[in-house]
Every structure is written in C-alpha cells, then in structure tokens.
C-alpha cells in the first residue's frame, strides 16, 4: 500500500506565493506520476497540475499555468507545488494523487489515472 501525505497548505494574501509538498511512502519500488487536485467548495474537484514520474514532463490547468510550477524528487518520490500570485479563486483544498506507469514520460490528467490519493490541505487565499 501506497501512502500520499500532503504539507503546506495555508492562509494567504492575494499576491503571495505558497509551497505545497507531498510525499508518497509505503510500496515505493514502482516509479509514480503525481498530480495536484482541488476541490473549491461548491465546486467539482479539477486537476491542477500534473508531472511524469522521470519529472520531465508536466501538465497545468489554463487557470494556474505561469503562475504555478510542479516538480519532483524522483528519489524521494516527493512532488511539490510552487503556488505564486495567488488569487482568491485559488481557495480550495489540494489534494495530492500518485499512480503507477511503465511509461515514464506519461502525464495524467484524470482522476481515474490515479491511485493513491492523499486527505488534502487547504489553501485559503484572502482579498
């Protein structure tokens, strides 16, 4: 079994920057994709970013792309989520997924693709 335990999430400014970290533990021999989730309430839960388990390829939503950046430790099978000028639509709990590829450039977008899936953080953003 696979364990996916998020960090970071927080009250924030509009305009400030936010690191989110999570690390997948447990049966960690098998390489893993991850990806950033969330879920705005009231709203359906939608991919933020998503990255290949060589960390080479990565995938955004229109509404975070140049202003947030996912990357990965693959040795610690770790990925963050850099999180600049924040906006209060950005208000939503993150939730970190992992899934297992033999592809290691595959990048997924769909929560079908996924896992393992972490309890989440919250991000609040305020005006």
């Known amino acids: 079994q696979v364990q996916v335990v998020e960090t970071g999430g927080g009250l924030v400014q509009a305009g400030d920057s936010l690191r989110l970290s999570c690390a997948a533990s447990?049966?960690?021999?098998?390489?893993?994709?991850m990806g950033w989730f969330r879920q705005a309430p009231g709203k359906e839960r939608e991919l933020v970013a998503a990255i290949s388990w060589n960390g080479l390829n990565t995938d955004y939503s229109d509404s975070v792309k140049g202003r947030f950046t996912i990357t990965k430790d693959k040795a610690e099978n770790t990925v963050y989520l850099q999180m600049s000028s924040l906006k209060p639509e950005d208000t939503a709990v993150y939730y970190c997924?992992?899934?297992?590829?033999?592809?290691?450039?595959?990048?997924?977008?769909?929560?079908?693709?996924?896992?393992?899936w972490g309890k989440g953080t919250l991000v609040t953003v305020s005006s």
């Open positions: 447990g049966r960690t021999s098998s390489n893993y994709f």
């Open positions: 997924a992992a899934g297992s590829s033999s592809e290691s450039r595959w990048v997924a977008t769909m929560e079908v693709e996924y896992e393992y």
